[in-house]
């Protein structure tokens, strides 16, 4: 009571004595608001008016595709620009025979308007598929693909589609995503291309796989974007039990979300992400009305053994057949929002000899069709006709191979011959002791969440140690700091120990590289070295392996000079590379570990860390054989991809590629070192089986090879060898693409036409691995906004208690009338 | 009684002024690291050698980077100009647009990419149109003239904007939309530009 009688005591004076200053000072008060609040609008003026615009557009859309739906067909409109989604069924077939697959996959594309339309379509294949052979199927007729240098294939097909002829492209865009385009589409029209590739199985602990890519996922979350509040809900992956008109609903509130007052700059692109989330709704429409998958797939399965446990993980199979032959269809009702996944084995009882180590093919696949080919590109370069010339001489005589590659524990199979019969049992049975030094980059530019990312990435390798393993921790940025000097035992409390180290770190500073890289590859060879005797030098060598896990996001200039150090200090240690953050330098990290003969894996995301390290550390905690040759008997070494062996890893044996002149019947002998013990193995090739497409894969393997030693300085050359290869097998490649024109024009106004975009399939490899544009933007503005905003409520309320504020100034002379030297106007 | 009631103002007043003063230090640090970048840029040009604008720092300035708007066919640029850092890492675009290092280099053959934060120094892209002028300068003082022939929005998983190039492509990455206020966004503003005779100089 007494202070507050003070405080009117004291305030009213105030008011009396100072009537002037304090009218000056509210109206300050008033002023300041004024201003902040306009500078405010100034700051962030376009947001408003941004998201009315695309409210507008949002409701037009609406409007449109209501009224325009059809079944199977999804029409938006743009700017005023129709776009349509073109229909497409695809049917796969599939032929395995030994080690090989065989896919046709049949894409038809259906016109159900009444317009011209070009349509183009993206698609996935699996990473290692050599696509050797397309052909456009009008109704009865059927046009045999012709291979061509991409952009004189390009050209070819841009020319067909001005001269309105039918024509098709298949193309490369990625080493596992290829583009079908097809032009002049007529109304109510269907053209069919179809393409045919060969891949090798992949084997693993027994199992056969195959896979296929056919995923279409929900990835995109525009409705979680900034871009507009409206949520999207998810749609659920079993999307059978969704009404169409449920899907409906999310596609239009998915096209709003897309920033379609941007749509003028350039529509294909944008509307990928659409695109996608409309195919689901395609198949959905359709599943309503054809009771069937939009793919179709018929696998013809011809092990060359007695299979067993045939398996599809992702959808419901039908099984027919017996023993070594066996027909697998999808069953019908499915849908394909899953990689068709297929995997099979040997019978039990069989398990001892399904595998023949090689299989071989005369002559190359695709001799006639490419002579014909031959004379419509060679009139481009002398050069490489020469060569035509001279390889159409040898073609004959030339054989294809595919060898499998076992590591020595592996091979119980007759006709290996075992030269170490006493190593093979040691490793199969025991976990092989190593030594783990976990490399962490604490430069500046991992700071934020690459660093936490790496730390974690770190903890869980540190936790999969055992006592028997050795392991340190070094970590580094311009300056290199470790664990210990020597590498440690890893029990728990060393553990521990680096679990403390590794939390504490701190990103910041320069890159300096090199030195921990010299330090991480080369110092226990060269300690031991020194101290002790050469025979306790060789000894720690044959027991540990060691393995260099190497975190970083790459951001170093002197990469050249990196990877001859990498070279020459290399010597027993391997080294993994861990990319992480968002833009990591893969070149440099994928190369490095080309170098350092091990791995490069990509960590995107916090919530990957566990899945993508626990993968490494498994595949690397098999015993391993180093140095692995492929030889004749007679020591030459065959022509064989991939060129540079790599170790070969417990239950993951490898398929190697030959090529070899016919005449040379010589058996192959594979050799190695497994914990510093020499092997060989003796393959046996008089009584081989046949298999075709070998070639394709051979090429397939070199391309990849060839491509994979790319660098800025050689860029041309690469691409030189590539198209080479690609036209003298056929192949569709970086640089070559096969197109197929029909010889009539059938659209007399062909410059009409609309361009479709097929809906597309996302392989599930596009998103993870490439990760994310890098992040560009700062919530400085946010904080500004929240800043200012706090000050003006904190400055209000702060006047409302002083009784300052305007409308309380005009009360306050009434109730303080007795002060009285107030006056108002 | 009285301090009671002031309590609530003055931690208002008080949070307020730790975000502002947040937020103001991004805005400052941009601009001014932006003044020490172009010392180390000037020292730069003189030896061709990489100078750290400040002792602790993790990169160092490759390229000068302008942008010109091409008003019927009379130049006149755009914003400041950048200093382009190297590596694309949180912390440096806070100081600066950076060089995607998967990308070619600056002057190289193929796809230079060079992001920067829509808030700051990328800001004036959202003027840029198609058949604008940005111009780099590499570390031998050669000007660079490339052309915008694309301006894209895209989704942050399309990589594909990073792919390599054949021929001489300079891409400009920055966060869309450009009025968000956030720090984190879904889309990204890509401007898309091919190098033009740069026999002679075009301004």
């Known amino acids: 009571m007494k202070r507050l009688t003070r405080y009117r005591n004291r305030k009213i004076p105030i008011i009396r004595n100072a009537t002037n200053k304090l009218d000056l000072a509210a109206y300050g008060c008033s002023g300041l608001i004024l201003l902040a609040l306009m500078l405010l609008n100034v700051l962030f003026p376009v947001h408003a008016m941004g998201s009315s615009d695309r409210r507008n557009t949002g409701s037009e859309h609406k409007g449109n595709d209501l009224s325009e739906v059809t079944q199977g067909i999804l029409r938006y409109q743009v700017n005023g620009q129709q776009f349509e989604s073109l229909p497409l069924k695809t049917d796969v077939r599939m032929k395995v025979s030994g080690w090989t697959n065989r896919v046709s996959v049949k894409q038809t594309f259906t016109n159900q308007s009444s317009d011209w339309i070009n349509g183009s379509y993206i698609f996935p294949l699996s990473s290692n598929s050599a696509v050797d052979q397309m052909r456009l199927i009008i109704g009865e007729r059927v046009i045999e693909g012709d291979i061509q240098p991409k952009k004189q294939a390009k050209a070819t097909f841009e020319k067909a589609k001005s001269q309105g002829k039918r024509a098709s492209l298949v193309s490369q865009q990625r080493a596992n995503i290829f583009t079908t385009e097809v032009a002049n589409l007529g109304p109510k029209e269907t053209l069919t291309v179809e393409i045919s590739y060969q891949e090798k199985l992949r084997y693993r602990d027994g199992e056969f796989s195959l896979r296929f890519p056919m995923t279409i996922n929900p990835r995109y979350k525009p409705g979680s974007s900034a871009v507009d509040g409206e949520t999207v809900n998810h749609k659920p992956l079993n999307g059978v039990t969704v009404t169409s008109e449920l899907s409906q609903q999310s596609y239009e509130s998915l096209s709003p979300t897309l920033p379609s007052s941007l749509l003028s700059f350039s529509p294909e692109f944008l509307l990928y992400p659409a695109a996608d989330d409309r195919s689901e709704i395609d198949y959905e429409l359709d599943d309503k009305n054809s009771d069937g998958v939009t793919v179709n797939l018929l696998v013809e399965l011809e092990a060359g053994f007695n299979v067993a446990d045939i398996n599809s993980p992702y959808q419901e199979i039908k099984k027919v057949g017996a023993g070594d032959k066996w027909q697998i269809s999808l069953v019908g009702q499915q849908k394909a929002n899953k990689d068709f996944v297929l995997t099979w084995r040997a019978q039990a009882n069989e398990s001892l000899s399904p595998l023949t180590a090689v299989f071989t093919q005369q002559g190359q696949t695709h001799e006639v069709v490419n002579q014909q080919s031959k004379e419509h590109s060679n009139k481009k370069s002398n050069e490489k006709s020469n060569k035509h010339i001279d390889n159409k001489a040898k073609l004959n005589q030339v054989e294809y191979g595919l060898v499998m590659l076992t590591p020595p524990a592996a091979s119980n199979q007759s006709q290996f011959v075992q030269r170490d019969p006493n190593t093979n049992d040691d490793i199969s049975k025991h976990h092989l002791p190593r030594e783990l030094i976990l490399v962490i980059d604490t430069s500046g530019s991992m700071s934020g969440g690459s660093l936490e990312q790496a730390k974690q990435a770190m903890l869980y390798a540190l936790a999969g140690l055992t006592s028997q393993d050795k392991f340190n921790v070094i970590e580094f940025n311009h300056a290199m700091s470790q664990l210990s000097e020597q590498s440690l035992v890893g029990s728990s409390s060393n553990i521990g120990k680096a679990n403390q180290f590794v939390r504490q770190l701190e990103a910041n500073g320069g890159t300096e590289i090199s030195k921990a890289l010299s330090v991480s590859l080369t110092h226990a060879g060269n300690q031991a070295g020194n101290h002790e005797d050469e025979f306790n030098r060789a000894q720690e060598h044959s027991t540990l392996l060691r393995q260099v896990i190497f975190i970083t996001d790459g951001a170093v200039s002197n990469e050249h000079g990196l990877f001859q150090q990498i070279e020459a200090e290399l010597g027993d240690s391997r080294l993994f590379t861990v990319g992480i953050g968002s833009a990591p330098n893969s070149y440099f990290m994928e190369r490095a570990a080309m170098f350092g003969r091990g791995t490069y894996t990509y960590i995107g995301k916090t919530s990957e860390v566990k899945s993508k390290i626990s993968q490494l550390l498994a595949k690397i905690e098999k015993p391993v054989s180093t140095d692995i040759k492929l030889t004749y008997q007679d020591g030459t070494v065959p022509d064989y991809w991939p060129a540079q062996i790599p170790d070969l890893y417990q239950d993951e044996p490898l398929l190697v590629s030959y090529k070899s002149p016919s005449y040379n019947q010589q058996d192959l002998i594979v050799s190695g070192y497994s914990q510093g013990q020499y092997w060989q193995h003796q393959i046996n090739r008089n009584a081989p089986k046949q298999a075709a497409g070998l070639d394709l894969i051979w090429a397939n393997a070199q391309i990849d090879a060839i491509e994979a030693t790319q660098s800025r300085s050689n860029l041309q050359r690469v691409k030189k060898q590539v198209e080479a290869l690609g036209m003298k097998y056929h192949l569709v490649t970086s640089q070559t693409s096969l197109v197929a024109v029909d010889k009539t024009p059938v659209n007399p106004m062909a410059e009409f036409n609309r361009n479709q975009q097929v809906k597309r399939h996302m392989p599930d490899g596009w998103k993870r691995p490439q990760g994310v544009l890098p992040q560009t933007a700062t919530s400085s503005r946010l904080n500004i906004l929240i800043g200012l905003s706090l000050l003006i409520i904190a400055l209000l309320h702060g006047l409302w208690l002083k009784g300052l504020l305007p409308a309380q100034r005009l009360i306050l002379p009434k109730n303080n009338e007795q002060g009285g030297s107030y006056d108002v106007i | ?203």
């Open chain 2, 1 to 203: 009684m009285m301090s009671f009631k002031w309590i609530i103002p003055s931690c208002v007043a008080l949070i307020g002024v730790s975000f502002l003063s947040q937020g103001a230090y991004m805005q400052i640090k941009a601009n001014f690291a932006q003044y020490l970048i172009e010392q180390a840029w000037s020292k730069t040009l003189e030896d061709q050698l990489p100078h750290k604008p400040w002792s602790w720092a993790d990169t160092h300035p490759v390229a000068k980077l302008k942008l010109y708007a091409d008003k019927e066919t009379d130049l006149y640029p755009i914003g400041q100009p950048m200093f382009v850092l190297a590596g694309a890492s949180g912390r440096n675009l806070a100081f600066g647009p950076s060089l995607v290092l998967s990308g070619a280099g600056v002057g190289e053959q193929g796809n230079t990419i060079i992001a920067g934060h829509r808030d700051t120094h990328f800001l004036p892209l959202q003027q840029v149109k198609k058949g604008d002028i940005v111009e780099l300068e590499t570390s031998y003082g050669m000007q660079q003239n490339y052309l915008i022939t694309h301006i894209d929005i895209v989704h942050e998983t399309q990589t594909e904007v990073l792919n390599m190039t054949t021929d001489n492509q300079l891409t400009l990455i920055t966060c869309y939309p450009f009025e968000d206020l956030s720090a984190n966004s879904d889309y990204r503003y890509v401007v898309t530009a091919k190098k033009v005779n740069s026999g002679h100089r075009l301004i």
